[in-house]
């Protein structure tokens, strides 16, 4: 899938401007034909880590060299 090769690795910025991670994988329901989201690491090893956080479609506000959130996301 093309757009999944270019969105993977971009950085993924807040409101704020904290950096939140990189994009590691893109979400899609193929039953309902959506995206879902993008999944999110914060590194580990070889740039990858071992969890992510998903980020909701609906949140994002746009994909260009970063992606940009509507919103600040706080860690947990």
């Given amino acids: ?11 993924v910025v807040d409101t704020s ?3 939140v991670g990189k994009v590691e994988d ?3 329901d193929f039953e309902n034909q959506t995206l879902v989201g993008f999944m999110v690491g ?3 090893i ?4 071992s ?9 994002i506000k746009v994909v260009g060299d970063m992606v940009l959130l509507t919103k600040e ?3 947990s």
């Fill in 1 to 11: 899938m093309l757009i999944k090769k270019e969105i993977i690795g971009k950085e």
């Fill in 17 to 19: 401007g904290n950096l």
């Fill in 26 to 28: 893109v979400e899609i």
């Fill in 42 to 44: 914060k590194g580990g």
């Fill in 46 to 49: 070889f740039g990858r880590s």
């Fill in 51 to 59: 969890g992510g956080t998903l980020i909701p479609y609906g949140i």
């Fill in 73 to 75: 996301l706080h860690e």
